[in-house]
């Protein structure tokens, strides 16, 4: 079922809320009982809630920004502000793994003892519960809307549910060891756990930042989509006789594709106009809200190669367009 665009901002801001929400009170959660029972895991696992907050704020602003109507200002639309926002909440992920790594060696350097461990292996299983359902419903939504800041969000949650149950490990760790060797020193795990933590933070703070980043420098869309795409011209065969200087982008969820298609050159305007009109449909069918420009040059495709202007007429129809031509 294809979405309006009304319909496409309002699932995109309401779930975009639902994050800001969750993460808010996970913030307020982990931060309180990490400084509670003094576990740098926790309190690490709080300030990367945080960093989840403030991207998901950008990511609830971005959506509702990108999805306003192109404008005099802005005349191929608000989309690229979604890739803002991936990007920067990619880099804001780098410095909360940076500053976690930072206070983790602190804690190596001097450790110090842990209370009430239970608690943070509570509230690590609450993260992990809120934040597989609040990344499930970004991630569909993010799908069925085609927004990269949706994804970027849902791709912080799920990484903050794999960094919670590693310190939900060690504080296990620490909890279980306490009971059955209260001698042995397990301090140490706590700040091992969080700089675990930050590895995996850094690992997808880096994927965030290619998928985000790519669409701001225009890069073409993915294979599998141009193939699509050269697919749907070549259904027009042979009334377009070839199609050259195909170039895409993206900015958002807004794809942008352009090329140039030669007819025969007896084609009326008319007839031409309403070939490129049906081209035009059936790739928005395919892609909704797609800005498609197409080119109309004449061509005998007869004498041309299949690399120089991707002639889609078959060698017999060739031969025949060549001997009517030669009769003329």
């Given at each position: 079922?294809?979405?309006d665009e ?11 809320l639902?994050?800001?929400i ?24 709080a ?52 500053w ?14 842990m ?6 292996i ?9 934040n ?81 980043a ?5 890069v ?24 050259h ?29 309403r ?7 059936s ?5 909704p ?18 690399g120089?202007?991707g ?18």
């Open positions: 079922m294809q979405l009304a319909e496409k901002n309002r699932r995109k801001s309401n779930v975009a639902l994050s800001v969750s993460n808010t009170g996970l913030v307020v959660l982990k931060l309180a009982v990490g400084m509670a029972i003094g576990s740098v895991s926790v309190i690490s696992e300030i990367h809630s945080g960093v989840d907050l403030l991207a998901a704020t950008i990511a609830l602003l971005a959506v509702r920004k990108s999805g306003k109507p192109a404008d005099e200002g802005h005349p191929f639309g608000h989309g690229k502000v979604e890739n803002i926002s991936g990007t920067v909440e990619a880099l804001l992920i780098f410095l909360a793994a940076g976690i790594i930072y206070e983790a060696i602190k804690r190596l350097q001097n450790p110090e003892p209370d009430e461990a239970w608690l943070g509570a509230v690590m299983l609450v993260s992990v519960i809120a597989i359902f609040v990344s499930m419903n970004l991630f569909r939504v993010g799908k069925e809307t085609d927004s990269v800041a949706l994804m970027a969000d849902a791709w912080h949650l799920r990484t903050d549910v794999y960094t919670s149950l590693g310190v939900f490990a060690g504080l296990a760790v620490i909890f279980v060891g306490g009971l059955i060797l209260p001698e042995v020193d397990l301090r140490w795990v706590d700040p091992m756990a969080a700089i675990g933590v930050a590895l995996l933070i850094i690992k997808a703070a880096y994927h965030l930042t290619v998928e985000s790519r669409d701001l420098v225009d073409g869309l993915p294979p599998e989509e141009l193939d699509d795409i050269r697919r749907h011209i070549r259904a027009f065969a042979p009334t377009i006789r070839g199609f200087r195909l170039r895409t982008r993206k900015a958002g969820s807004n794809r942008f594709v352009e090329f140039h298609i030669r007819v025969d050159a007896s084609m009326s305007v008319d007839e031409s106009h070939i490129t009109d049906m081209l035009t449909d790739i928005k069918q395919h892609y809200g797609t800005t498609v420009t197409i080119h109309i040059e004449p061509c005998n495709c007869a004498l041309a190669h299949e120089s202007c002639c889609l007429l078959s060698a017999h129809e060739k031969r025949v367009l060549n001997s009517n031509n030669n009769r003329v």
